[in-house]
């Protein structure tokens, strides 16, 4: 099975668009250009299939073998124990904010075992690589932003202290995220956070650039910026 989707995705390789993804992502493994949607196709086919094994013995040659098994975990019918399972193993093969973020967004089984999750990703919060923490801030964007969690995921952001930028990148998509559906007390929490020069203007930018937000409140937020 993984030599036959490695032809496919060889055959499916767009170059232009290989040039184009090539100057956004930077990743260690080879980029073909194959498309997200037909990355997510394949990923959904194989969901049906041996997809356990198709990630236990790929060789992860391209980037487009990573991101299948990174979507296909969403794509599964099977417990949260197993997901975890698999996760663990995927997790250690992400180098890049594309497939991490893709994989994140594509976790729906999160919103039935919030809780059994939520220990997951703390776990992986608690540690020194980029990618497994950047992980777990995506996931609480996509999550866990309401009243049972927004004052956690505050705390956390303030406790912890990131110097890589596609974490920091991560915290002030997430800090614009609960400003949007909690402006009140995200912005309380801007008035007395201990966030980095960087991630707090980062965050004020990004809040700025949403639609959600009136032009009042941007004109706010553009006053609050760090110089």
């Known amino acids: 099975m993984n030599k036959e989707i490695k032809k496919e995705l060889e055959k499916l390789a767009d170059e ?3 040039d184009f993804h090539k100057k956004l992502c930077n990743t260690k493994y080879e980029i073909l250009g194959v498309r997200l949607p037909i990355l ?4 959904k086919r194989l969901a049906k299939q041996d997809w356990q094994g198709y990630i236990l013995k790929s060789k992860d040659e391209v980037y487009e073998e990573v991101m299948i098994q990174a979507l296909v975990i969403g794509y599964v019918k099977t417990d949260i124990e197993e997901i ?24 729906k089984i999160t919103k039935n075992n919030t809780s059994t999750m939520w220990e997951y990703i703390m776990q992986k ?14 996931m609480m964007l996509n999550y866990y932003i309401n009243e049972d969690y927004l004052q956690h995921i505050l705390k956390i952001i303030d ?65 609050m910026r760090k110089q």
């Open 16 to 18: 232009k668009y290989r």
């Open 40 to 43: 997510r196709d394949i990923a």
């Open 84 to 107: 975890k399972k698999y996760l663990d193993i995927i997790l250690t093969k992400i180098d890049n904010w594309a497939i991490c973020d893709s994989m994140c967004s594509n976790l």
């Open 125 to 138: 919060l608690n540690t020194k690589k980029e990618y497994l923490i950047r992980f777990s801030y995506v």
């Open 159 to 223: 406790k912890n202290k990131q110097e890589k930028y596609y974490i920091q990148m991560a915290i002030a998509w997430l800090v614009s995220c609960t400003y949007v559906k909690f402006p009140k007390q995200t912005m309380e929490y801007l008035n007395i956070s201990k966030l980095d020069k960087f991630t707090y203007n980062k965050s004020l930018q990004k809040i700025i650039e949403s639609y959600r937000v009136s032009k009042d409140e941007k004109d706010t937020i553009r006053k």
